[in-house]
């Protein structure tokens, strides 16, 4: 298996320190890579600059691989029944950035693809190069078949599900049932707690509820043309929360709808405070039942193993394999299917690396070591993919991550 590592010929561009003895050497990082094209010995790179375009050739050289880097893609873009990948891991490894390329892929290879970010730190926007703030979709100019990328909102989600929930300047659900004298109920029921849960809302109903939004969006007829839905998700804490959330939320919310059920047909005086209040009390009954429908469907896509995909994200180092082995346990535990693990930013095969390099070098080797003897990554298809020497932004960029990543 040979792989190909991106070597400057243009000696301006190669730094005064000792890195310059590195295959690996940089690029201008000030300048935004407007195309890249990369043939089996060389390589071309245009570079646009606020004067005028810049190209520069580079030699690519040819060089034994450590390990099969073949992604499977194949199977990924198969078939036109609608699939869900989601991208997971540490922080920092390079989610976005592979979420990103992956979605770029797919709509180059013939799916229309909607790419959203749930991390509340969203960097789709950094990705792509373009504004995708606001919460809409937002097409993504470059690919041949249509893109679009979402950034939900979660700060905003929330809010708009808490002020159907807290009419009148009151606390949500719990002032509800205080204001008819049954708070001490909703004591006795020590594990519901709704009310607080959307008063101070623990790590991870942001995700849920963010993810809650994204099938409101799926539901509608007019988003039923993708066929291929990139998740880029937070980091790894956040994503184990938001597994056991929808359990939780769905217990929670049918308690609160059955109680109140109960108590709507037990007294004629509850009745008529419902009788008098009904409309805001009805409407918030309403979004917590439709809130708890989209739990149990967003379960439900989680564990799917015929459409959807979880793949683990992660990079060479003893740190972020150890999380990753922790993410790979927990996400069998809850059923989720995972069968790839991509190994981010591996340093490029290089015949003399400087100090530096060799050191880090060798400490990925160990990283890499330990996935191989790791229970719980070994049986996972590893994928790696190199550090590459520009700044990946913008869709060319996707697009050539992409080519390297997605084979
Ligand atoms: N293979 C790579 N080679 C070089 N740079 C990379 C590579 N992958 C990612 N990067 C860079 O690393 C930085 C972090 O990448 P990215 O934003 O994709 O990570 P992330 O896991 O989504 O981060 P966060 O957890 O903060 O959302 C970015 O500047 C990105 O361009």
Redesign the pocket.
Known sequence: MATHSVVSTSTSYLPTNSMANCAFSRAPRSFTPLAFRLAKGFCSITFSTSRKPLRRSFQVRSVAAPAEAVSGFDDMVSGTQRKYYMLG????????????SLAVKFANNGHPTLVVST?P?H?LS??FAQDLTGGTLVPVEGPEYPLFALEINPEKAREEFRNATQKNGGTGVKDFMDGMGLGMIVEQLGELKLGELLDTPPPGLDEAIAISKVMQFLESQEYSMFTRIVF?T??TGHTLRLLSLPDFLDASIGKILKLRQKIASATSAIKSVFGQEGSSQQDAADKLEKLRERMIKVRELFRDTDSTEFVI?TIPTVMAVSESSRLSASLKKENVPVKRLIV??ILPPSASDCKFCAMKRKDQKRALDMIQNDLELSSLLMIQ?????????GVPALQF?GDIVWK
Do not use: F, W, Y
């Open positions: 891991g540490k922080g920092g490894v390079g989610k976005t950035s592979c979420a990103a991390d730190a960097s950094d990705s880029d937070a980091p994200v981010n930013q993919a190199p550090l590459v020497d520009v700044e990946i932004r991550l």
